[in-house]
């Protein structure tokens, strides 16, 4: 079974600063995926930035980056010139990479709050 | 539709009740999960369907949990016999094939158990 873990309850950031908040997960699979979500208080959760396994670079949209290091198990989120919109709960999640119809596994969430 | 709608947006039920939450999916979609969210939590899976098939219902925390989908479009999620503990957003997602293509979420239904 796949855990992911999320170490950072609450952030805060001040408006057009760089916050980086962190993730950890375990697995025994090599073929993964791994999502940062977006939830604002409307509940929909909304896809932030996404990365596959298999590659080494870092995913990167726009003022979203990741640092993904695979032998630590360890897929930080890096969001510079922070927004009052980024203002969310963010969650890390785990997707198996094989067989269809597998689910999500989401850490507790970070919930972040920029300030003016 | 232009994304995955659920209703209601807010339950409010009687300890015993039952309840009944729709998730219409994206059209075409062939995938289709629930989750559920419980206050301060990150959602936490409970059951799939690919059509009309249910292929996964392993997240399902008793048997009072019944979902289907029986023309591979909408689901229904049923609660019988609702419960204190039952109280949590349901999420519902759906994906084009769900062989890891991206998952798309509706707003969810807040169900409050009293």
């Known amino acids: 079974a796949q855990t992911v873990t999320q170490s950072q309850p609450e952030m805060s950031v001040q408006e057009a600063e760089t916050v980086t908040l962190s993730c950890t997960y375990d697995?025994?699979?090599?073929?993964?995926?791994l999502f940062w979500y977006k939830q604002p208080p409307s509940r929909q959760m909304i896809l932030v930035i996404r990365?596959?396994?298999?590659?080494?670079q870092n995913a990167t949209e726009n003022r979203f980056s990741v640092n993904f290091q695979k032998a630590a198990k360890s897929f930080s989120l890096k969001i510079s010139d922070s927004q009052l919109g980024d203002t969310a709960m963010y969650f890390c999640?785990?997707?198996?990479?094989?067989?269809?119809?597998?689910?999500?596994?989401f850490g507790e969430g970070t919930q972040l709050t920029v300030n003016p | 539709g232009a994304g995955v709608s659920q209703s209601p947006r807010y339950k409010v039920a009687k300890r015993g009740q039952d309840v009944a939450l729709r998730c219409d999916p994206i059209?075409?979609?062939?995938?289709l999960f629930w989750y559920q969210q419980a206050l301060g939590q990150g959602p936490e899976f409970l059951t799939y369907?690919?059509?009309?098939?249910?292929?996964?219902k392993s997240g399902l925390p008793s048997d009072r949990f019944f979902a289907e989908r029986p023309e591979g479009s909408v689901s229904t999620l049923k609660i019988q016999r609702t419960q204190q503990e039952d109280s949590a957003v349901y999420l519902c997602?759906?994906?084009?094939?769900?062989?890891?293509?991206?998952?798309?979420f509706g707003q969810g239904t807040r169900l409050t158990v009293v």
């Open positions: 369907f690919q059509n009309e098939a249910q292929l996964d």
């Open positions: 059209s075409g979609h062939v995938s």
């Open positions: 990365q596959e396994a298999y590659k080494q």
């Open positions: 997602a759906s994906s084009l094939t769900g062989m890891n293509t991206e998952a798309f």
């Open positions: 697995t025994s699979e090599s073929n993964y995926y």
């Open positions: 999640a785990f997707l198996r990479g094989r067989g269809s119809g597998s689910r999500l596994t």
